[in-house]
């Protein structure tokens, strides 16, 4: 609640005062509730300083200022009808929790950047090396490149096979896996299509087959790649590897790391 008239950008504690309600003060704080006490706007003009006054007719006060406002109300109280103690505790403890949470917020803060720049530390030392990541596709840089991989087999299975296509949707080459647990079952394919042929650089698709498994269960494959570049994103989206052959990869996406 609020007295009528009076103007408020809720911010960070802001004490105001209006035209239609000259006997009371208030203190806006960050949660969006508010202390009211009175006192005449005579204390305001005697105790707050002049750069602090807005062209709105509202005064932006720190801790030290509020509690300055509090001794003078409590000196210009009326003798006749002086200030209630449960209202006085009240508008301390209103004091102290907008203090605490601008103190947590300025910890969180400080916590959020120091792990940032031990993600960020951690992340130069990826440059380089392989990663694997699930991906759908795999790319040959050249023509007869190598393709390393794996499948995640999702149960154990007599024969697992994996399917490679160009980009036309046609079937170049497939390798038998054989026998495996259930996990991630590694793949190298040597860029050779089914007659023995080079396979021409480009993207190709990958599709596993499992024995056992029911139609509807999804098979993933994953492939390795070389991490050429790593970008800090903010707030949720986190740390990304720009992967040789895969792109944009989110770290979170990376199932395992070697040399």
Known sequence: MRASGVPHTILRPVLMYGPNAPGNMRLLVGLGESVIFPANARILAEHAPDHQRGAANGVTLGGTDFLTLMLAQL???????????????????SLSEVQGINQLNTSFSTLSNSLTSSQALQA?????????????????????????????????SSQVTL????????????????????????????GQTSNGAAAPAGTYTLSAQVAGAS????????????????????????????VAGLGSVPFSSVQQISN
Do not use: K, R
């Open 215 to 242: 139609g509807g269960t999804a098979v993933t494959t994953l492939v390795n790649g070389t991490v050429d570049s790593v970008t800090m994103g903010a707030g949720s989206t986190g740390l990304t590897l720009n």
């Open 163 to 190: 399917n490679i296509s160009n980009s036309a949707g046609v079937l170049v080459d497939s390798i038998n896996l054989g026998a495996q647990s259930a996990g991630l079952a590694n793949f190298s394919w040597n």
């Open 75 to 93: 000196q210009n109280q009326d003798p006749t009808s002086p200030v209630d103690s449960n209202q006085f505790l009240s508008q301390l403890a």
């Open 124 to 156: 130069s030392s990826l440059l380089g090396h392989q990663v694997l990541a699930a991906s759908s596709t795999g790319t040959l840089a050249t023509a007869g490149a190598t393709l390393s991989g794996a499948v995640n087999v999702p149960q154990t």
